[in-house]
């Protein structure tokens, strides 16, 4: 009987590890080199993110970048554009020795930092260690100061807590060591009442950072990487850098302010830099390949090569929208959701990101299966340039031209979504363009490439049409034109 016991439960994990793959959520999925063909993407609109950078650095937002695409676990762009470091202060003033931004410059990545800082929370909640709906006086009994016992680390980790977005007084002008201004941090006062707002605030996460170093025991640095950094190989992936690889890191700041000069291999973020360069809402430094990984991870559920970082239970807390009551700033626990002001056209209900001050961002979408990094170090040598969320939003745009003008089906799936999102004035004109794709998606099975071209510029008369009568935005007529206008090219 034991052993007939022993057959059922080989078959029956060899049944869990099949369907693992079929998922595509297999923790043994590893992020390797390929083309934008063997994952259905065009290659044209992947190729125009270099003019967006090249466009960006001309006009000064940004001194370089880096970028990487991934789908399918596939790397489908991975390059380097301008300067790693190029400037000695804040009036432009030339290097004789520029450093040219490589592949795996290490930028530090600011305020993405809290999604590692998120991760490390909900691997002590898969350790039973607290319940995410637990008063944070609970486990910091001092953070009770100045009315804050009903404030959750749910509350943390959604920006819901009622606290403002910075500290009152930069962690730099307070006198101590970094006990003492965390101390600081831990007796903020609140600016609204718990759960009636969200505030993106620092405050958040400096206090979850406390948090994870007294559940843990551990300081923040080591805790993290010890479970996340280690586990998941990402070498390039640290606090405080060592002097000995300047060369490879990213220049931020000239700050004469903090008399610091240049920034240079130190953390950016003051309060971070005044916490020791080890704080919960910045202070992580990162290369695109690593932090490709850290997404792949998120892409699988909470693994990566085996190694289970976070639970699926505690992924799919994570991946959930906690702010339904405040329309346009859907969060889950570290990871924003759906924000198309730098996601584009890969922001679903379930498309994660973050972005960082010093110019860093990585959108994470599951239905679509993709990662895209954008790494500037865009306040090299001051923070008084041009906004950078016009290119991360081009960056995340071209991926999902280069994704969904692949084939008419998958312009099928971008009407569905607009549908879905209530961009048609009518459910007929919706009907009457997806009606349309799918017989040029009949053409494209047979390869009949003139019959593809003939009914896809058919297609762009019916969206002519469609404007003229006001039945479908600009926005969208762009949207869907632009992406005809590559299937063609594709075809023809």
Known sequence: MKRGFNLVIVFFM?????????????????????????????????????????QSMGEREIPGAVVLVAKDGKIVKHDAYGYAARYLDDEFTEMDQPVPMQKDTIFDVASMSKLFTATAVMQLWDQGKFDLDDPVVNYIPEFAVNAKDDVTIRQLLTHTSGFSPSPQESLYKIDGNRDDRLNYVLEQPLENQPGTAYVYSDVNYLTLGVLIERLS?????????????????????????????????????YQPWTNRGLVWGSVHDENAWA?????????????????????QMMLNRGSYQGEEIISEQAFDLVNTNWNEDF???????????????????????????????????????????????LLTNRVHPTRDTPSTNPIRKKVSEKTAYAINAWSAANMKKLVEKLEDDNEFENVNV???????????????????????????????????????????????????????????????
């Open 327 to 373: 329309p346009g700033q859907d969060q889950g626990l570290g990871w924003e959701l759906n924000q198309d002001w730098y996601m584009d056209g890969l922001a679903e209900s379930n498309t994660m990101g973050h972005t960082g001050y010093t110019g860093t961002s990585i959108v994470v979408s599951p239905n679509k299966n993709t990662i895209v990094i």
């Open 275 to 295: 916490l020791d360069g080890i704080a919960g809402q910045a202070g992580i430094f990162s290369s695109a390949e690593d932090l490709a990984v850290f997404g």
């Open 14 to 54: 060899l049944f869990l590890t099949m369907i693992s793959a079929e998922t595509g959520y297999a923790s043994t999925v590893e992020l390797q080199p390929d083309t934008p063909q063997n994952v259905d993407m065009l290659d044209q609109p992947l190729h125009e993110i270099d003019a967006a950078i090249d």
């Open 430 to 492: 919706a009907y009457t363009l997806k009606l349309h794709l799918t017989a040029v998606n009949q053409y494209e099975k047979t390869e009949s490439d003139e019959k593809v071209i003939k009914h896809m510029e058919s297609f762009k008369r019916l969206l002519d049409h469609q404007l003229e009568d006001d039945l479908i935005s600009e926005d969208v007529y762009e949207t869907l034109k632009t992406s005809a206008d590559y299937l063609i090219d594709k075809w023809q």
């Open 217 to 253: 025991g551990q300081r923040e640095d080591i805790f993290v990487n010890e479970n996340i950094i280690k586990p998941l190989e990402m070498t390039d992936t640290m606090y405080n850098p060592p002097n000995t690889i300047k060369d490879r890191v990213a220049a931020t700041e």
